[in-house]
């Protein structure tokens, strides 16, 4: 499963941004799927996953309310509405993708997108 993220770029607080997760293969509706982000000198962290299905979500208490993770299996595209953004959301954003169903884990996922830019200014 090859995986390309897009959709980052500068926004002021407030604003919205949608990030986008593009995978090659027919096996992407049998893999759930996550998005985590990571700043300089900070792990990796997780921010939201959704099952093969698209019934079940998860999310970070820090983005609740504010985030929300969808997916279309007829494009293999997974998706990331980001709303009320504020200025510690800026991070590079990565897609990634499991069959183990352990949303929360960085080790969990086999495959990782190379990662998305997104800067939100105060």
């Known amino acids: 499963v090859q995986l390309q993220a897009s959709g980052g770029g500068l926004v002021q607080a407030g604003g919205s941004l949608r990030l986008s997760c593009a995978t090659s293969g027919r096996t992407f509706s049998s893999y759930a799927m996550g998005w985590f982000r990571q700043t300089p000198g900070k792990e990796r962290e997780f921010v939201s996953g959704i099952n093969w299905s698209g019934s079940r979500k998860y999310y970070a208490d820090s983005v609740k309310g504010r985030f929300t993770i969808s997916r279309d299996n007829a494009k293999n595209t997974v998706y990331l509405q980001m709303n009320s953004l504020k200025p510690e959301d800026t991070a590079v954003y990565y897609c990634?993708?499991?069959?183990?169903?352990?949303?929360?884990?960085?080790?969990?996922?086999?495959?990782w997108g190379q990662g998305t830019q997104v800067t939100v200014s105060s």
């Open positions: 990634a993708a499991t069959n183990n169903g352990n949303y929360y884990l960085e080790r969990s996922y086999g495959y």
